[in-house]
C-alpha cells in the first residue's frame, strides 16, 4: 500500500495506494468534517485547490445525517461527489473535546451529544462500524485523548486502554470488511499512539501497536495544550519506533511552520482545521508569511493575496476586493479565503514533495521555517 520513493535525511517522499486512488506524500489533508469543507467549498472545488485526500468525522457524522442514513445513500464518496481518498476521524478527538461529561471504562465511553444532549455510548466496535457505514478508504481507530500535560499514573493507564481497544478495532474491522453489504470491503485501519508528554509512554506505545502490523500508524494527543518544541521532542522520540514501511500520520497539525518541522522528522500525513478556520477570519497564509486581509491599508490595495499564487482567487481578484466582502460579512469573502488558504496548503506540499524529489529539501525547510510563520 505504502511506498517510499526517496528519502532526505529523516524526510520521507512516497505514495500512499488505495482503492479510491493514490496519494503523493508527504500530504495535507482537506478537513470536512461534516462531510463539507466550512467556507461553501464543494467537491468540485477540492479538485482546483490541488485537495487529494478529505477527512471528514466519526462523531459528527454518526449524528447528522446519521451513518446508517449515509450507507444508505450509498457511502461518504457517493454522497459527498468526493471520488479521491476519504479518511475519517474515530471521533475519540470529540469525545475529548465537546463531551462536557465523560465516563471511561473498558468497554467504551458514554458522553453526552453537544447538539442535543442525549447520552451516546461509544466503543471501539461502534467506532468501526460507523466508518465502515461511511465507506471511507482509511478508518482511524478509537482512542482515548487526554489533555497535555496530564497525570503520569492516568496517562500510562490511558495509553494502555487505547491499545487494548485498538486490538478491538482491528478485529472488527476484519469481521466487517468480509460481510457482503460493507460499502469498502478495502478499508484500511490506522492505529495511535497515545501517551502524552512522556517519553517512555510513547515508546511503549508505539512498540506495542507496530506489532499488530496496520495500514498506517498516527501520532495522536499532540497540539493539546503542549509547547510547540515538547510536541517537536515527542515526534523524534516516536518517530524511530514507527514502522519504516508504513505512512506516518502527524494528526491534527498545525501550522505551515509546524508541518515543514514534522517533515523534516520523518511524518508523512497531516490534517488541521486551521487554514479553513483562520481563513473565515481573513487570516491568510502566503509564501510571505500571514495577512490579516481585514486590515485597512489593503482597502485600496488592487493586489492580489500573494503575487505568487496561482490559485483561483489570486489570479482574478485584489486584497480590496476580499477585504470589501470580509469587512460585509458577505459569504463569498470567506468562501474565497478558504479557497486560497487550502490552495496555498496544498501547494506547500506538492514543493516540499518536488524538493524531495530534487534532493534540495533541507535548504526548502531551512528557508521557509523561518518566514511562513511571521505575520505580515
Known amino acids: 500500500m505504502f511506498k517510499i520513493i526517496k528519502k532526505q535525511g529523516q524526510s520521507r517522499r512516497g505514495e500512499i495506494n488505495t482503492v479510491h486512488g493514490t496519494v503523493q506524500t508527504p500530504a495535507f489533508m482537506n478537513v470536512a468534517t461534516c462531510a463539507a469543507i466550512k467556507g461553501a467549498l464543494s467537491a468540485y472545488d477540492l479538485k482546483k485547490v490541488k485537495c487529494q ?25 457517493k454522497f459527498t461527489k468526493w471520488q479521491g481518498p476519504i479518511l475519517t476521524d474515530s ?3 470529540q469525545v475529548f473535546s465537546l463531551a462536557k461529561l ?14 442535543d444532549g442525549h447520552k451516546i455510548f461509544m466503543t471501539p466496535e461502534t467506532s468501526m462500524r460507523i466508518q465502515s457505514n461511511l465507506g471511507s478508504t482509511i478508518a482511524m481507530a478509537f482512542d482515548e485523548c487526554v489533555e497535555n500535560p496530564s497525570p503520569y499514573d492516568y496517562t500510562k493507564n490511558s495509553a494502555k486502554l487505547t491499545a487494548r481497544w485498538l486490538k478491538r478495532c482491528k478485529d472488527e474491522m476484519n469481521r466487517l ?20 508528554i512522556y517519553k517512555d509512554l510513547r515508546v511503549d506505545n508505539m512498540k506495542e501497536i507496530a506489532e499488530l502490523d496496520l ?16 510536541m517537536y521532542d515527542i515526534i523524534e522520540t516516536v518517530i524511530p519506533f514507527m514502522p519504516d514501511n508504513k505512512p506516518r500520520y502527524l494528526m491534527g497539525v498545525g501550522t505551515p511552520v509546524n508541518i515543514l518541522e514534522a517533515v523534516y522528522r520523518g511524518v508523512d500525513m497531516f490534517d488541521c482545521v486551521m487554514p479553513s478556520r483562520n481563513a473565515r477570519h481573513g487570516h491568510l497564509f502566503t509564501w510571505s508569511g500571514i495577512r490579516n486581509i481585514k486590515n485597512a491599508k489593503y482597502e485600496l490595495d488592487e493586489s492580489p493575496i500573494d503575487e505568487s499564487c496561482d490559485c483561483p482567487v489570486c489570479q482574478n481578484y485584489s486584497r480590496a476586493y476580499i477585504r470589501h466582502l470580509m469587512k460585509a460579512n458577505e459569504m463569498l469573502g470567506m468562501r474565497f479565503c ?39
Open 53 to 77: 485526500i478529505m477527512l471528514s468525522n466519526t462523531y459528527h457524522l454518526h449524528l447528522r445525517p446519521g451513518d446508517e442514513n449515509v450507507k444508505a445513500l450509498g457511502g461518504l464518496h
Open 91 to 93: 471521533g475519540g478527538f
Open 102 to 115: 465523560r465516563n471511561i471504562s473498558e468497554d467504551g465511553v458514554v458522553f453526552n451529544s453537544h447538539i
Open 177 to 196: 470488511n468480509s460481510l457482503e453489504d460493507t460499502i469498502n470491503k478495502n478499508q484500511l485501519l490506522f492505529g495511535i499512539n497515545q501517551g502524552g
Open 215 to 230: 495500514a498506517g500508524y498516527a501520532i495522536g494527543g499532540l497540539a493539546v495544550g503542549e509547547e510547540t518544541e515538547v
Open 338 to 376: 478558504v479557497m486560497h488558504n487550502l490552495h496555498f496548503y496544498n501547494t506547500l506540499m506538492e514543493r516540499i514533495r518536488e524538493e524531495l524529489d530534487n534532493d534540495n529539501f533541507v535548504r526548502f525547510y531551512e528557508r521557509y521555517r523561518g518566514i511562513l510563520g511571521n505575520r505580515i
